[in-house]
């Protein structure tokens, strides 16, 4: 399970920082992400770290956002820095496991970037 929380309103320029507990599963084995959905957009990666903590950033969002992890509390954080309004999205936290065949997904939480 995941549960992501942090999301919300903020004006441009502002920042958020998301997290997401996990619990279910052995979450130092798994490679941790974000993912992020527009009204009317496919979904994209924004982010993800694995345990060792090599982490890999969507395009948009590199020099902003940083991803992070805790495997002792099993959650990972993402600090999202000036945000615009193209930033605004519903946020997914993901966790994935390729040997293993596992692909966990969160709820999601809305950001929303306005003024």
């Known amino acids: 399970q995941l549960q992501a929380s942090g999301g919300g309103l903020v004006q441009p320029g502002e920042f958020l920082r998301l997290s997401c507990e996990a619990s279910?599963?052995?979450?130092?084995?798994?490679?941790m992400g974000w993912y992020r959905q527009a009204p009317g957009k496919q979904r994209e990666l924004v982010a993800e770290?694995?345990?060792?903590?090599?982490?890999k950033y969507g395009d948009s969002v590199k020099g902003r956002f940083t991803i992070s992890r805790d495997n002792a509390k099993k959650t990972v954080y993402l600090l999202m820095n000036s945000l615009n309004s193209e930033d605004t999205a519903v946020y997914y936290c993901?966790?994935?496991?390729?040997?293993?065949?596992?692909?966990?997904w969160g709820q999601g939480t809305q950001v929303t970037v306005s003024s």
């Open positions: 770290v694995v345990s060792g903590g090599k982490t």
């Open positions: 279910g599963f052995t979450f130092s084995m798994f490679v």
């Open positions: 993901n966790a994935k496991q390729q040997i293993l065949n596992r692909d966990y």
